[in-house]
């Protein structure tokens, strides 16, 4: 049993030979094949394909000029989403989570900020609805990350359409993966896809003619091969994810010693990159689980705001931009909530590579470690 099931099938592996042979092995026509179906399937004008999840939050950033400007983010995800705002000139505005894993909107509205990226954190759709309003009200911009949210939905509309612009991850371990490292940005603003087109390859607007420094972020063809063929399979594949995620809600709701995440609303639809739950003495808990074969794992263990990386963020030696940015005093920051379920949660996996079956050895492993701590 894996904790991910980043597999090349046989149909992809053949797109990729026929890509090869085409000898593109940078950003060609296959990447443009690829932007245009998955701009299709999440219901937007545009989809830009770059090399990975935390240059796609970077090439938003950067393209929406948040240089000085308060990004507000939750500090309970991986450290690229707060990592790539710092590297655009933004300042990070640490918002609490609830425990859905995603942003609270009452902590959200108590902040003042320019940018809000709310995370949709192990493909659990953020409350987008009042979100989207508190920005509203105060004159913000929201970009989603859904690094981890590739088939997600909120009142019918796939994640990474709802705010200005989506960033995507499509690293080995997501639902939608590559062999190697890609992602995508996904918005409806003309203005702001060409801007991301351009810097994400040099600021070239034509053959040797520069308009914007930019960088080198482009997706490759050999990779856009797989994503286009796992298209196909995507939607099967999150049903998989949501049924192995109903089988541990079912089997282990109120089991002593577990709390379960918020049921999913009517109105959206998860698509279960991972399964979190919360357990006291959790290091002790995926050990004795991972001695039974089931990897579990303890992720985001320490809050982003505690790590030394924030305590020091106006050290030059610790990040470029200090010195020319001010940034508050992060020690000062408590959030309560994500504090909380940082310390205590385990993710599970259900991914699509998992049976019923394996499902089941799953429940039947938490339960016997379980009873053993409250035996």
């Keep these: ?168 991850s499509f ?40 308009v914007l420094v930019g960088r080198n972020m482009r997706m490759s063809d050999p990779e856009a091969a797989i994503l286009k063929e796992q298209m196909k399979k995507l939607d099967e594949r999150v049903e998989i994810r949501r049924r192995n995620a109903k089988i541990l809600i079912e089997e282990l709701s109120g089991v002593e ?6 049921e999913e609303p009517p109105h959206a639809k998860r698509s279960r990159h991972l399964f979190p739950i919360r357990v006291e003495k959790p290091e002790e808990f995926v050990e004795k689980l991972n001695r039974l074969g089931i990897p579990a794992r303890r992720i985001y263990q320490v809050p982003i705001h505690k790590m030394e990386v924030m305590q020091r963020i106006n050290d030059p030696d610790v990040n470029m931009r200090a010195g020319f940015i001010e940034y508050p005093d992060y020690s000062k920051v408590v959030l309560k909530k994500t504090e909380e379920l940082s310390e205590k949660t385990v993710v599970l996996p259900v991914h699509h590579g998992l049976t019923e079956e394996d499902m089941k050895i799953i429940v039947e492993g938490v339960k016997r470690v379980l009873k053993r701590n409250f035996s």
């Excluded at 509205?109 to 659990?124: C, N, Q, R, Y």
């Excluded at 939608?176 to 995508?184: E, I, K, V, W």
């Excluded at 010693?257 to 918020?262: D, E």
């Design 171 to 210: 690293y080995p371990t997501k639902n939608l993966y590559t062999c190697g490292r890609a992602g995508a940005i996904t918005t409806n603003d003309d203005e702001l896809a060409e801007k991301i087109r351009l810097l994400r390859a040099h600021g070239e607007k034509s053959k040797y003619y520069h």
């Design 1 to 168: 049993m894996d904790y991910a099931f980043p597999i090349i099938e046989a149909d992809e592996l053949a797109y990729v030979i026929k890509a090869l042979e085409n000898r593109v092995c940078a950003s060609g026509k296959i990447v443009a094949e690829f932007e245009r179906l998955f701009a299709e399937y999440e219901g937007v004008k545009h989809a830009i394909g770059v090399s990975n999840g935390t240059d796609a939050i970077f090439l938003t950033m950067r393209a929406l000029n948040v240089r000085g400007k308060k990004v507000a983010v939750p500090a309970m995800t991986f450290f690229a989403t707060v990592e790539a705002v710092i590297n655009a000139g933004g300042i990070p505005v640490f918002v609490d989570i609830d425990d859905t894993y995603t942003i609270d909107p009452e902590d959200l509205a108590s902040k003042e900020f320019d940018v809000v990226m709310p995370v949709h954190l192990f493909g659990i759709t953020a409350n987008m609805d009042e979100i989207s309003r508190i920005a509203e009200e105060k004159g913000a911009i929201v970009v989603e990350d859904a690094a981890q949210a590739q088939g997600s939905e909120r009142r019918g509309k796939k994640v990474g359409s709802i705010g200005k612009a989506g960033a995507f």
């Design 257 to 262: 010693g577990v709390t379960l995440p918020p």
